[in-house]
């Protein structure tokens, strides 16, 4: 579980720090613009720092536009790799399906018997890894959304490298919020499990 709370600590931290900084890269347009304050607020009380604007969109150069969601993109890499590496998912005890649901992979400390328990704790790491993985899908979301940058389908595909194999199985824990960006990961899943 502790997993699970720095995940979700690692995930509020990044994407809202994300969704700040281009937040700020917006209001260097908007103070350019008439009728907005320097907190990138419009007049009538809505958010102006919204690439979904309409006097942010008029305001922006598609060429700074696209250089944002470049840099987005590099930093959703940098986060995948923290998430994936010694911080989250490494640390779980996630592998590919068993070839056959009757004989797991797991090997019992080098003696060539099989781990009865083994199924029982990649069943955990499993569950542990969507949770996680849920944490970061519902902050990207949440954090990024707002301002205009739906990338959680390119978080997913970034994390999904990083799940070992596993990503069919992670996505049926998931909720149903996340079936638009892990469908091809349950299609993977399904194909694996009938081989």
């Known amino acids: 579980m502790d997993l699970v709370i720095y995940s979700a600590q690692l995930s ?3 994407f809202s720090c994300l969704a700040n900084a281009v937040e700020g890269f917006l209001d260097l347009f908007l103070a350019a ?15 102006g720092s919204s690439l ?16 944002v969601v470049l840099w987005c993109d590099g930093e959703l890499s940098k986060f995948a790799s923290a998430f994936g590496g010694a911080r989250i998912l ?12 009757k004989q797991p992979r797991v090997v019992d400390g080098g003696s060539g018997h099989l781990d009865p328990g083994g199924n ?13 993985v849920d944490q970061a899908f ?3 979301s949440q954090n990024l959304d707002q301002v205009g940058l739906p990338l959680t389908p390119r978080l997913a595909e970034y994390i999904r490298s990083r799940l070992k194999g596993c990503e069919g199985e992670v996505a049926a824990f998931l909720s149903d919020n996340w079936s638009h960006v892990t469908m ?6 399904d194909v694996d499990l009938e081989e």
């Open 12 to 14: 509020q931290s990044f």
């Open 33 to 47: 613009a008439p009728n907005s304050t320097s907190k990138g607020y419009k007049d009538d009380g809505s958010v």
């Open 52 to 67: 979904h604007s309409s006097s942010t969109s008029k305001n922006i150069p598609a060429g700074a536009v696209a250089s």
């Open 90 to 101: 490494a640390n779980l005890a996630l592998s590919p399906p068993p070839r056959n649901a």
């Open 120 to 132: 029982k704790e990649r069943q955990n790491a499993i569950e542990v890894a969507a949770q996680c």
């Open 138 to 140: 519902s902050c990207a």
């Open 184 to 189: 091809d990961w349950q299609q993977h899943g």
